[in-house]
């Protein structure tokens, strides 16, 4: 696969798996009075604030063939270092905080009193959750998914020490960029990338605005 | 319906519900001034809280959650599903029935495809009614569902209220600051304060009894949107938008405060310095009229004594904007 293709796979397959725990995380920390909401709140955050290498590095550690986890995902079939699987969990690790933060943000807005009538009106919390709290996160795990994916497209750091960098595997269009960079008369090559990744960035960081405007709007309309 | 409750809930700012009271009626009222414990007594009888025991026809439902209590419960906010239609609305409960025909008793048929935020206020309230009785309850609480409509809403949504209540048979309980509308709509009434029954039978000798009718009624001009202007001074109210020139307010005499000096740090909005003009006895309370705004405030006698409240006095008013209501235009 070529570098653009890569990393748009890449960061598609990141944002897809980091959604539905995002989702939970986000409603636990916003919806339920479980103890220990606060740690759990700024151990999702501390992928955005650890240097990248770093999360790389512990990922490396979890994931390396010879630990459990990475030992017992590499037996059934499923390596994740130094493979395309790597760089997914490096990109869906650093690109979770954002995930939850805007779920997180979308839910506050949510009046509560919603979901109690919804629940008066005979609905159990699961099925409150599908019909009133989810429909209305909805614009906000739009745009958490849209931030989330630009940056696993921007990622580097973790993905190297995670994944490596493997032509046609693992070499994202930050990767490839960094190689171009290192040989002679790299730069010449690497225009289509740096454009490429400049539109795929814009076109994200607009459409997570334009999607935030218009939830917000909605909500405050519908009150 | 037979209501047995004994609602008992403290509360971390001090704030403690202890009321029991027992009766058998199709309507129950529960009435009082703001912060005596009525929307808490409503949200302990739907199930939203917990406390104390509730039994409805001898059955004990005290444990019975929320969402299998079949409850029709209406706040005061409409809390319309903001991204469903009007009729995906009434038809959200999973036993809803009737929803056309239902909508045609409440009068909101004809805007069964709109979104809720191309509802009027008054729609929307009426549209809430109606998602709460299409789920067939056998109970509907309603927690002051005419809230901010003007008089002739309020009137038009009243008697569809009644006239829809009485069609699909159900029991309710209606928490209300307006007497007329308690008397009007229920047979039996609760009065609290200070989260304790003060009084409890039937609705119209209860409102009669005590001081808990609207019982100060003056005239003022909107400056704003939630501001009036009485004689010279200006007052924050709960007067809807639509509200202009000169409209009919109202108080409770218990919910008019008074000082012998402008208390620092306080929530209330509207403290204005002003003179008794007279003082009278009422019961074991005093009721002591005060220049502007024209009302009445009931004090303990205790309290008229220490103040050492007579006519002339200057003293401060201290009125909350949520306890100024709107009566409509004069």
């Known amino acids: 696969m070529t570098p653009v293709l890569l990393s748009l796979s890449v960061g598609l397959t990141a944002t897809l798996i980091s959604l539905p725990p995002g989702i939970a995380v986000a409603w636990i920390i916003e919806r339920t009075r479980i103890p220990g909401r606060g740690l759990l709140h700024a151990a999702v955050l501390l992928p955005l604030v650890l240097p990248p290498v770093v999360t790389g590095y512990l990922l490396l550690r979890l994931f390396s063939p010879r630990g459990a986890l990475g030992g017992m995902l590499a037996s059934a079939g499923m390596p994740v270092a130094f493979s395309w699987l790597g760089a997914v969990v490096a990109a869906a690790v650093v690109g979770f905080p954002l995930v939850v933060l805007s779920i997180t943000l979308a839910m506050k807005g949510i009046d509560p009193r919603f979901e109690t009538v919804s629940r008066s009106l005979g609905r159990s919390g699961w099925s409150t959750f599908w019909r009133v709290t989810l429909p209305l996160t909805w614009p906000g795990i739009l745009a958490g998914s849209v931030l989330a994916f630009a940056r696993g497209l921007g990622e580097f750091g973790a993905t190297i020490i995670l994944a490596g960098r493997i032509e046609g595997q693992t070499e994202t269009i930050p990767l490839a960029v960094y190689a171009a960079l290192e040989a002679p008369g790299g730069e010449e090559r690497i225009g289509t990338l740096i454009g490429a990744s400049v539109a795929i960035c814009l076109a994200c960081v607009f459409a997570a605005r334009a999607l935030d405007t218009w939830h917000r709007r909605r909500l405050e309309l519908a009150r | 319906m037979k209501f047995e409750v004994e609602a008992r809930v403290l509360r971390r700012s001090g704030f403690s519900l202890e009321a029991t009271f027992a009766c058998d009626a199709a309507s129950v009222g529960i009435v009082g001034p703001s912060g005596s414990g009525k929307s808490t007594l409503l949200d302990i009888l739907a199930g939203v809280e917990s406390g104390g025991r509730v039994v409805l026809d001898g ?272």
């Open chain 2, 59 to 330: 059955r004990d439902v005290s444990r019975v959650k929320l969402h299998r209590r079949r409850v029709g419960y209406v706040t005061q906010d409409p809390l319309l599903f903001p991204h469903l239609d009007v009729r995906r609305n009434l038809a959200y409960a999973p036993g809803a029935e009737g929803v056309e025909d239902v909508a045609g008793a409440l009068g909101i048929a004809n805007l069964l495809d709109r979104m809720p935020r191309h509802l009027s206020g008054g729609e929307r309230r009426r549209a809430a009614l109606a998602r709460a009785i299409a789920s067939k309850p056998e109970l509907l609480l309603l927690d002051e569902p005419f809230a901010g409509l003007d008089e002739r809403r309020r009137r038009e949504a009243m008697s569809l209220l009644d006239q829809a209540r009485r069609r699909f048979g159900l029991p309710m309980v209606l928490v209300s600051h307006f007497a007329e509308e308690v008397i009007a709509l229920t047979d039996w009434a609760v009065r609290l304060e200070t989260g304790r029954v003060a009084a409890a039978g039937p609705s119209a000798s209860v409102l009669r009894a005590g001081e808990t009718q609207i019982d100060n009624f003056f005239l003022a001009t909107v400056v704003s949107p939630g501001l009036v202007r009485c004689g010279h001074v200006e007052l924050h109210a709960m007067v809807p938008e639509s509200a202009s020139g000169d409209v009919r307010l109202g108080c409770y005499a218990h919910d008019v405060l008074l000082a012998t000096g402008e208390p620092q740090g306080i929530s209330a909005r509207n403290v204005i310095w002003t003179m008794a003009t007279a003082v009278e006895a009422a019961g074991d309370a005093v009721l002591v009229s005060i220049a502007t705004p024209p009302v009445r405030a009931l004090v303990t006698r205790e309290a008229a004594e220490r103040l050492d409240i007579s006519a002339g006095k200057r003293l401060v008013a201290i009125l909350k904007a949520t306890s100024i209501a709107y009566l409509g235009p004069a």
